[in-house]
């Protein structure tokens, strides 16, 4: 299809090169399933020739997914691409993907040889994987700083050689877009064979343009794109696909088909940030926890009038549920009556007037407003409370001590009080919770803890932190949040934050 835009995921090869983001077989099984729920076109695997691991680790991969292609990487080395050719034995789909450097920097001083060597290099090796699967990737490294006469020569004599998809990597985010997008035209308009290939694209973010040079190769007639989701990678990371993809879809005139289900760009993100145990910045496009959140006032006023006016997407486009109009200082009358409404209180005009000087007072003196304090200052808390209130946490814990923690919690108005161990003091809490829950038959089952995340406010051993649940029951999602100076206790505050909106 001429005008179909593949999309090669490499976060279980380029995006675990990160430091700190190595996953075991059975997590990268979890991610190849996501992604492949996630509906992109290319899974890389891994590198299988680097470890038993990651070569093992690729060959389950393969058993478990279907669907997308398994591309495993291979430098252009016999005994690589043999690997990768071994590794594919249960795949339904095969490509090796192989590459080798053709810029002068790189072969000069990383390969120490000459520009026919290595070019002779890449040939040989895409003739090797040929002899094992008809699809074969290769990618010229270091693309971005190759000159482009000589890389238009690199490029013709791969595709003579056998390749079917021609990979263009920016490897160090070197290249400005416009830049990057020249070069992909001038590969289209110069290579004499070009068209028996498609052509692929593959940035880097040291300049924070991997997004953007990722879709002036798109324009230009790149029509695969590699990145990773949350941009996770080397150095400063790889083209975040969650950002092309709805780049895509926000309706530039861009008019690409994908066969990606947006809705499940923010679970399979979350997933992924699990697993690696790496964050995601708040201020992230698309899948970070400010991408919906509004805490202007003339935004929030704009918002609640129509939503298009702040959002170029909807939350449910990604996966998210809802908007959140997020109340401080800038917050205007309409959204505090907004958020009133929404949590029972009916108000006048009058009264949101003089309510509204004693919001600001209050919201000057704390960064976020909560509902609990909303209600405080309708002078109404104990009319309208959650069903599961926190009244005692207290915990024992320190070295060679069990962790053993106490939690009271009041629901419906009864107390109810348990006492329980755990791993630590927040799994002897959550412990202590879940005793109550089913003590209190709240619930027929307790919910699953699909993902549990600390964010420190700001720094210092005093400082308030920031607690993030993910809850799953019955198949849906609930979210939890808490925060405090004591990290237990705002992990228990978002618990019971998430069951308040589950029960």
């Known amino acids: ?16 090169q990160a430091p700190g983001c190595q996953l075991n077989t059975v997590e990268k099984i979890e991610v190849a399933k996501a992604l492949e729920a996630l509906g992109v076109d290319v899974v890389e695997p891994g590198f299988p020739i680097s470890s038993k691991g990651d070569f093992d680790s690729v060959v389950e991969i393969t058993k ?53 060597e290595i070019l002779q290099r890449a040939i040989d090796a895409v003739k090797h994987a040929k002899r094992y699967v008809e699809d ?31 990979n263009i990597p920016d490897t160090t985010g070197y290249c400005m877009p416009w830049e990057f997008g020249e070069k992909i035209k001038y590969l289209v308009n110069n290579v004499k064979n070009i068209d028996k290939v498609t052509i692929a694209v593959h940035c880097h973010n040291d300049l924070g343009l991997a997004t953007a040079n990722a879709l002036a190769g798109v324009v230009n007639g790149a029509r695969q794109v590699e990145g990773t989701i949350n941009g996770v990678g080397e150095r400063a990371g790889n083209t975040a696909l969650e950002e092309v993809i709805m780049a895509i879809k926000t309706n530039h005139g861009l008019e690409y088909d994908l066969g990606i289900n947006t809705k499940k760009i923010y679970p399979t993100s979350r997933l992924i940030s699990r697993l690696m145990k790496m964050p995601v910045q708040a201020n992230k496009a698309i899948v970070g926890a400010n991408a919906f959140a509004h805490a202007s006032g003339i935004h929030q006023d704009g918002m609640l009038k129509n939503k298009q006016a702040f959002e170029i997407m909807q939350p449910k486009d990604v996966g998210l549920d809802e908007t959140q109009i997020v109340l401080g200082a800038r917050s205007g009358r309409a959204a505090l009556k907004h958020r009133l409404e929404q949590i029972g209180f009916e108000i006048s005009k009058e009264q949101l007037d003089a309510l509204y000087p004693k919001f600001l007072e209050l919201a000057d003196n704390k960064k976020e407003v909560n509902d609990e304090d909303l209600q405080m200052l309708m002078g109404r808390e104990g009319d309208i409370k959650q069903k599961i209130q926190i009244d005692l946490v207290e915990v024992v814990c320190g070295y060679p001590l069990k962790p053993m923690a106490s939690v009271k919690l009041k629901i419906d108005g009864t107390e109810h009080i348990a006492s329980m161990t755990g791993n630590g003091p927040v799994d002897a809490s959550y412990n202590c919770v879940n005793q109550i829950i089913n003590d209190a038959h709240l619930l027929k089952k307790i919910p699953v803890l699909k993902e549990f995340l600390i964010q420190a406010v700001t720094k210092g051993s005093d400082d308030i932190s920031r607690v993030n649940v993910q809850l ?24 019971v934050d998430g069951l308040n909106k589950l029960v």
């Open 1 to 16: 299809m001429k005008n179909k835009v593949y999309i090669f995921d490499t976060t279980l090869r380029d995006g675990e």
């Open 64 to 116: 478990a997914i279907s669907k997308p292609v398994i591309s495993p990487l291979a430098r252009a080395i016999k005994g690589d691409i043999d690997c990768a050719a071994e590794s594919l034995k249960y795949a339904k789909r095969k490509r090796i993907h192989t590459f080798i450097s053709s810029s002068d920097i790189h072969i000069k001083y990383v390969f120490k040889s000459t520009r026919e």
């Open 136 to 166: 074969v990737q290769f990618s010229p490294m270091d693309a971005g700083r190759t000159e482009n006469e000589f890389l238009a020569h690199f490029v013709e004599k791969v595709i003579e050689a056998g390749a079917t998809v021609i």
């Open 472 to 495: 799953e029951h019955a198949k849906k999602m609930y979210y939890g949040f808490g925060s405090d100076t004591d990290i237990v206790v705002a992990a228990v505050r978002a618990y």
